[in-house]
């Protein structure tokens, strides 16, 4: 953790090129415009795509709606992640079952599904990559990504 007040809080899916930096970018952006510090970051339970961009057909989806992710690149979670975020939000309930298993002895970091801060009434974010659905995984990820800046925003979550 940094000792900033500002929560830092760390997207996961499984190849952070689809789901987590689109989410990554979405909370930036909209808490720059909402102006709520918070730190986001993305990285992935896989290793196949470290140091790629973000997948073009999600980079042109998010740009289409006004977000640029274009400069994140991929990186795998790290057990040290657990010490450095206040939050890990889990894209499915794979991707939270990997970060559970890679949670240091005795860390108490939460580890939540990212959807349970939106009002789809889904639980995971289905993964675009192979079956598509760009658009429809964009618009779940922002309204996620208002409810966690509300829950920011007011203080229920924040810096430990």
């Known amino acids: 953790m940094t000792g900033s007040d500002a929560p830092r809080i760390l997207f996961v899916c499984l190849g952070n090129i689809c789901r987590s930096p689109t989410a990554e970018g979405v909370a930036r952006a909209l808490a720059a415009r909402a102006g709520i510090a918070a730190e986001f970051d993305g ?21 289409a709606a006004g977000y640029d992710i274009s400069g994140l690149r991929a990186r795998r979670a790290e057990p040290r992640d657990f010490t450095e975020f206040d939050l890990i939000l889990a894209m499915d309930e794979d991707n939270l079952r990997a970060m559970e298993r890679m949670r240091p002895r005795g860390n108490t970091t939460p580890v939540e599904m990212f959807l349970s801060y939106g009002s789809s009434g889904r639980r995971s974010v289905p993964d675009p990559y192979y079956e598509g659905g760009f658009e429809a995984v964009l618009a779940m990820i922002e309204d996620a990504a208002e409810g966690l800046l509300e829950k920011i925003a007011s203080g229920e979550i924040g810096a430990r």
């Open 43 to 63: 990285a992935g339970t896989g290793a196949w795509h470290i140091g790629e961009p973000p997948d073009r057909r999600m980079q042109a989806e998010a740009r």
